[in-house]
């Protein structure tokens, strides 16, 4: 059963950082995208950044880009966010989950699953 289990979320000022990480276990193939959403207050679910655990392939929403990077540990049990800079806007319930990249979009692939996710609030 695969399970993800996201960490690291909190209160900063803006211009401050945080570092997001999601626990993978029970995946039983290797080539799968691990994506970090983004769900603002009174807003839908938006992919932020994603990456290839077989390959280390990255990829970021406009939003981002420049600001937060994505990395998976050696062992492929963790896919961590780094989000530097942040601003306001950033505040919301950050979930990971298996994605894919459609039409210049990160999209949730593969599973019909969302954990609890992990609050990140940025005050102005």
């Known amino acids: 059963e695969v399970q993800l289990v996201e960490s690291g979320g909190g209160l900063v000022q803006a211009g401050g950082s945080l570092r997001l990480s999601c626990a993978v276990s029970?995946?039983?193939?290797?080539?799968?995208?691990i994506g970090w959403f983004h769900q603002a207050p009174g807003k839908e679910r938006e992919g932020v950044s994603c990456?290839?655990?077989?390959?280390?392939?990255?990829d970021y929403a406009d939003s981002v880009k420049g600001r937060f990077t994505i990395s998976r540990d050696g062992a492929r049990n963790t896919v961590y966010l780094q989000m530097n800079s942040l601003k306001p806007e950033d505040t919301g319930v950050y979930y990971c989950?298996?994605?894919?990249?459609?039409?210049?979009?990160?999209?949730?692939?593969?599973?019909?699953?969302w954990g609890k996710g992990t609050l990140v609030t940025v005050s102005s």
């Open positions: 990456i290839s655990v077989n390959d280390g392939s990255t």
């Open positions: 989950t298996q994605a894919a990249q459609v039409k210049g979009r990160i999209v949730p692939w593969g599973l019909d699953y």
């Open positions: 029970g995946f039983t193939y290797d080539d799968y995208t």
